[in-house]
C-alpha cells in the first residue's frame, strides 16, 4: 500500500484488507472488514465505514464521508466533500447480463464537490451528479443532476434546491431569484433552471 506523507497518520482497523498499491491520503479512516483494491486513490481526511468496498478504478477526494455497506465500483469518481449514506448503491453496468462479459462497457460516474447521497439511495451508472446536490434516501438516480438540486423518489425527480450548507432554498425550481444563507451569508442566484452560488 502506498499513502501520502505519513503512514502514521492514518487509522485502519486490522480486519480491512488494503490491497498492494493503493493511495491513501492522510487522516483517513478506514474500519471494520473494508476492502480497497489496489488500483484505488483515496484523499485525506476521508472515512470508510464498516464494510465498504473500494474497486481498482475509484478516485475519492478529500474528507469525503462513506457509510457503512457501500461498495464503489469500478469508473466511480467521488470528489471532495461528498457523502454516502449507509447502504446506498452505485453501479457501472446498464444492461447486466451473468452469461456476458461487459467490462469493457463500464460507465463513468461521477459526483461532484458536497454532494449528499442519501441512504438506500442507487446510483444509475453514467450520470453525474452536480454540486452540492442532494439525493433524498431511497431515491434512484438514472439522469444527470444539477448543481444544488433536491432530488427524491422512484426515479429521482427535483422538488427544490439545496444550500451548501444542507438547507433548503427558497426558491422555485425555474425562474429568476437570490436567496441569502442565514447560516453561512452565501447567496443563490436562480437564472432559468440554474442556480449559482457565492461564497459569503
Not at 20 to 46: F, L, P, V
Not at 152 to 172: F, H, T
Request: net charge positive; proline share 2%; glycine share 12%.
Amino acid at each position: 500500500m502506498k499513502q501520502h506523507e505519513n503512514f502514521n497518520t492514518l487509522s485502519i482497523h486490522p480486519t480491512s484488507i488494503i490491497d498492494q498499491g493503493a493511495i491513501i491520503g492522510e487522516d483517513t479512516k478506514i474500519w471494520h472488514w473494508t476492502h480497497i483494491c489496489s488500483g484505488a486513490e483515496i484523499g485525506r481526511n476521508c472515512s470508510l465505514g464498516q464494510n465498504v468496498f473500494v474497486g481498482n478504478k475509484v478516485k475519492i477526494g478529500n474528507n469525503t464521508k462513506i457509510q457503512n455497506n457501500v461498495s464503489i465500483f469500478d469508473n466511480v469518481i467521488i470528489e471532495k466533500n461528498v457523502f454516502c449514506g449507509p447502504s446506498m448503491v452505485f453501479t457501472n453496468v446498464y444492461n447486466p447480463r451473468s452469461e456476458v462479459n461487459r467490462k469493457k462497457e463500464y460507465r463513468l460516474t461521477i459526483i461532484r464537490e458536497g454532494a449528499t447521497l442519501g441512504a438506500n439511495c442507487t446510483i444509475i451508472c453514467g450520470v453525474t451528479v452536480g454540486k452540492y446536490a442532494f439525493i433524498g434516501a431511497g431515491t434512484v438516480v438514472n439522469k444527470n443532476v444539477k448543481d444544488f438540486a433536491l432530488m427524491v423518489g422512484v426515479p429521482a425527480k427535483q422538488i427544490g434546491w439545496m444550500s451548501s450548507y444542507g438547507e433548503r432554498i427558497n426558491l422555485p425550481l425555474y425562474g429568476e431569484g437570490f436567496w441569502e444563507c442565514h447560516k453561512t451569508g452565501d447567496r443563490y442566484q436562480l437564472k432559468g433552471d440554474l442556480i449559482s452560488h457565492t461564497k459569503g
